[in-house]
């Protein structure tokens, strides 16, 4: 078997995975939120890939994945997109989660040992939180969730309470650009105002993956789709036919970088759709 054919096996593999169900045989693209996109494998072989975290400032994809060991352990990778180079960030065990802060080009990572910050030498910084860490998410602030599932906002080196989830149980929070929360409890999605109590429950969503886009909005992976929540309808809109993600990210063009099984896809715009027959 050539290396093309079993290439080409391998795109067909990731089309059937997260494929638009709208295309057909002879399209090999996907359509996502109504534009048509060309998919290309770039890497492949990363065991139990998560937390899926594009630097657009200059390109590199940050990703946890399970380091084959005894016991296991959860390390924090890096790849540079253009070269498809990757690399291990050292001094990181049992990672949960990566978030970045796009305007500052800082990145931080949560650990089952604390908080961290990655350097501009890729090196590990250790913060002043020592708590079990299991979610991070930055839009303004480095929002993070600990173990017991409460939501905190790291501020001037400590971690402040986050007044609108006190008491609220969360395990994973992303916020939209017109200050909505979207966060989870159990795989169903929950959402509240910042600035309000108000908790509104989606219950027909079973949550895989939560998003922003380079427009700062809420991107929900779901394993019937991915969906972009309406603040105007206050309700979920499907975009893609794309499931059971294990990652989902977005480059400077706003294109889609996400995971599926073992595979890292990007997807690139072709302005000329594909009709079929």
């Given amino acids: ?78 790849m540079d997109m253009d070269t498809k180079e990757t690399k291990i960030v050292e001094g990181i065990d049992n990672a949960t989660s990566i978030a970045i802060d796009q305007k500052y080009n800082k990145i931080y990572v949560g650990s089952r040992s604390g908080l961290y910050k990655i350097n501009e030498r890729r090196q590990a910084e250790l913060l002043p939180v020592r708590d079990d860490i299991r979610y991070v998410h930055f839009k303004d602030v480095l929002y993070f969730v600990n173990a017991k599932g409460e939501t905190y906002i790291f501020e001037d080196g400590l971690g402040v309470a986050l007044t609108e989830l006190r008491d609220v149980k969360v395990d994973s929070l992303i916020v939209d650009n017109d200050n909505n929360v979207l966060f989870t409890r159990d795989k169903t999605l929950f959402r509240i105002k910042l600035g309000t109590r108000a908790v509104n429950i989606h219950e027909k969503v079973h949550v895989d993956v939560l998003s922003t886009d380079v427009y700062v909005k809420a991107h929900v992976c779901a394993p019937n789709g991915v969906f972009v929540y309406n603040k105007y309808k206050f309700v979920l809109d499907k975009v893609a036919d794309m499931r059971d993600l294990r990652g989902l990210t977005f480059n400077k063009a706003n294109e889609p970088v996400y995971a599926v099984k073992d595979l890292i896809i990007k997807l690139s715009e072709n302005p000329i759709p594909c009709f079929g027959d």
């Avoid at 057909?24 to 937390?51: L, Q």
């Avoid at 657009?56 to 390390?75: G, K, M, V």
């Fill in 1 to 78: 078997m050539t290396e093309h054919t079993i290439l080409t096996m391998k795109l067909l593999l990731a089309l059937l995975l997260a494929a638009s169900a709208s295309a057909d045989n002879h399209c090999r693209g996907i359509y996502f939120n109504e534009k048509y996109y060309n998919v290309h494998i770039i890497k492949e072989g990363v065991n139990r890939i998560d937390s899926l975290t594009l630097n657009r400032n200059d390109d590199i994809l940050y990703f946890t994945f399970d380091q084959i060991a005894s016991p296991p352990n959860r390390q924090v990778a890096y």
